[in-house]
């Protein structure tokens, strides 16, 4: 690690939309569509399968001009709240798996994992193959010293590569590459700058001062810089969460109590530590259940006091999902969520003795948890027969 200063990735979801669709109708794979409005309607290409990209067909493109250039494409109205409920599901994985993620879009996000004891090129590997395994999703990631050549690195992979650029190796992984990937090229500065010769972002590295402002403004040394790979910019987490939640998609759907049971648990538990991790408490308890056919339910209680344990998220999920689920039921998936949060409500009752002895329990196993990860220690009904997506589906290296 000693030769980066700072380790950050990003990453983006593959044709997203038509990921996801191919995921729901494998008959897509390998095959020229988009998702996207209707010609009729005037709509707009929204995402376009590989396939249909070797057509020419890109996002933004009216799908009139798709159709023209591709007659059999085939066109899929988007399904958003679906597309919605995938990139969240890979969010909070993520979340669990690093300590600063920047969510850009519904499809990509910035990663900082400087204090990871692995390499960056180690974390992308393990999150890429992680993601592709768990939700069958495809993605790319780029890895780099900084944001602005992350991204690029990562545009530069698709689809599902993952590229590496050293700390120190940034401009000369930028010099060839067209000008329009730098970030703050649009079709006009573009065409400024074809104008005096300058086509590769090296080209405009090399461009003298006096070049720069009086064909881009005052805005031109901020680009040189950014031609140059100098970018200093942190990954930022965003505002403050309004709620904090973990979900577990199964491989296999699951029908058996013991089983849902668990892990309704470990989602408790990851949600508990999550929620002390920010000084974080909250009122709302909800479970979601998805069913094999892909309708979703959800149920929530509002409790008295704010909290952030486990046990008392687990009781409560316990609850409401028995509210849900009929015995013999399969289940595809299981979220734990906590809203309405706030600081911490301590408990001023001095002859609570039982409250400071949870406190004391508490505190002593995530500190065990946070020194050897968050699966060192469980409490029993944890250590039940696991699900096939839990049990086929452990990192193999722990992520932290």
Request: glycine share 8%.
């Amino acid at each position: 690690m000693s030769s980066w200063t700072r380790t950050i990735l990003h990453f983006d979801l593959d044709a997203f939309f038509c990921s996801v669709e191919s995921l729901l109708n494998p008959g897509l794979e390998g095959r020229a569509f988009v998702v996207g409005g209707s010609a009729e309607s005037r709509g707009v290409v929204s995402s376009a399968s590989y396939a249909a990209r070797e057509f020419g067909i890109r996002s933004a493109m009216p799908t009139a001009q798709a159709l023209r250039k591709a007659p059999d494409l085939i066109v899929i109205s988007p399904q958003h709240a679906m597309y919605s409920e995938h990139s969240h599901e890979i969010m909070s994985f993520l979340r669990d798996s690093t300590p600063v993620v920047e969510q850009l879009s519904i499809d990509e996000a910035f990663l900082d994992v400087s204090d990871d004891p692995r390499t960056g090129p180690e974390v992308a590997r393990f999150l890429q193959r992680e993601i592709l395994k768990r939700f069958k999703l495809p993605t790319s990631w780029g890895v780099a010293s900084n944001k602005l050549v992350a991204k690029i690195a990562t545009e530069v992979g698709k689809p599902e590569g993952l590229i590496v650029v050293p700390s120190g190796q940034e401009a000369t992984f930028l010099a060839p590459l067209p000008v329009r990937m730098l970030w703050g090229v649009g079709p006009k500065t573009k065409d400024r700058l074809a104008e005096r010769g300058v086509h590769t972002i090296g080209d405009m590295a090399n461009m003298s001062a006096h070049a720069l402002i009086e064909s881009l403004g005052d805005n031109g040394l901020e680009l040189a810089s950014r031609a140059r790979g100098e970018d200093d910019r942190p990954v930022m987490e965003g505002r403050d969460p309004k709620s904090m939640s973990a979900e577990r998609t199964f491989s296999t759907d699951i029908s058996d109590w013991p089983v849902l049971r668990t892990v309704i648990l470990r989602l408790s538990e990851t949600v508990g530590r999550r929620l002390r991790k920010a000084e974080l408490a909250g009122h709302t308890i909800r479970i979601k259940v998805r069913w094999p056919d892909f309708t979703t339910k959800t149920r929530q209680v509002r409790l008295e006091q704010p909290t952030d344990r486990e046990r008392i998220i687990f009781d409560e999920s316990c609850k409401l999902f028995q509210g849900l689920w009929k015995k013999g039921q399969a289940v595809r998936l299981l979220g734990v969520g906590v809203s309405d949060l706030h600081e911490p409500i301590h408990q001023l009752d001095l002859f609570d003795r039982q409250w400071d002895r949870d406190e004391r329990l508490q505190q002593a196993i995530d500190s065990i948890r946070n020194q050897y990860g968050p699966d060192s220690l469980r409490r029993a009904g944890g250590l039940r027969k696991q699900a096939p997506s839990e049990r086929d589906e452990q990192p193999e290296e722990d992520v932290r």
